[in-house]
């Protein structure tokens, strides 16, 4: 069963714009990942939060993490044409399980 | 490091037939290796867990009898589609960890198509 759900399920911006996308999941976790996949090839590891973290950064991308309401956030700032992809969020557990989300698959047009 | 690849890259089999999806861990030894499945425009979901040397854990809903895991190396494990049918048409994609509840690496996955 999916263990995330994440809205919305797409997303078209402008290059230049920020796009934001959340997910929220059900279960406790060891922490949270988020990962970009370009149509028909594998995950890219974006970047992990672990469950005692409430934001991290990583270049363009901003992860946010509230554990209280079991939800993420993944912001893409200046967003290019070549960040065009499926977004997914996956949860870790303490045996090293991941979840995945539904994804968010994301356009954006120049 | 920490390169996983998978092979083949895509299969287009004839239903009936059975077909053998090697993940490798290149550069880095994997004790577990996970097999997902990704239908088209859907997420991935977790089909088994596999440890080196031992059987795999199949999620609920798998067939482990249809789809069979061999964990043979630390550096390599295989998945067998048997008796496939266009229904197993999918994108696999295998993940390698190198300890416990560490990092999982991705494999490029493998387009199978079931004619």
């Known amino acids: 069963s999916q263990q995330g759900e994440e809205d919305p399920q797409a997303l078209s911006i402008q290059e230049g714009e920020n796009a934001t996308m959340n997910c929220s999941y059900k279960?406790?976790?060891?922490?949270l990942q988020w990962y970009r996949q370009n149509s028909g090839r594998g995950l890219v590891h974006l970047i992990l939060i672990r469950s005692n973290e409430r934001e991290k950064h990583s270049g363009r991308l901003r992860v946010t993490l509230d554990t209280s309401k079991k939800s993420s956030s993944l912001l893409i700032t200046a967003s290019r044409a070549a960040d065009t992809a499926s977004y997914f969020c996956?949860?870790?557990?303490?045996?090293?399980?991941?979840?995945f989300g539904a994804g968010t698959q994301v356009v954006v047009t120049p | 490091g920490a390169v996983v690849s998978q092979h083949p890259s895509w299969v287009i089999c004839k239903s009936g037939t059975s077909v053998k999806i090697e993940c490798r861990s290149l550069?880095?030894?994997?004790?577990?290796m996970f097999w997902y499945r990704q239908f088209p425009k859907q997420s991935l979901m977790l089909m088994a867990t596999?440890?080196?040397?031992?059987?795999?854990?199949?999620e609920q809903g798998v067939e482990k009898d249809k789809f069979l895991i061999n964990h043979a190396s630390l550096t390599l494990s295989t998945l067998t589609v048997t008796s496939a049918h266009p229904e197993d048409s999918s994108f696999y994609i295998c993940s390698a960890t190198k300890g416990k509840a560490d990092t999982q690496y991705f494999g490029p996955g493998t387009r199978l198509t079931v004619l």
């Open positions: 596999s440890n080196e040397g031992s059987k795999a854990t199949y």
């Open positions: 550069d880095f030894q994997a004790t577990t």
């Open positions: 996956a949860t870790e557990n303490s045996w090293g399980k991941l979840q």
């Open positions: 279960t406790s976790i060891n922490n």
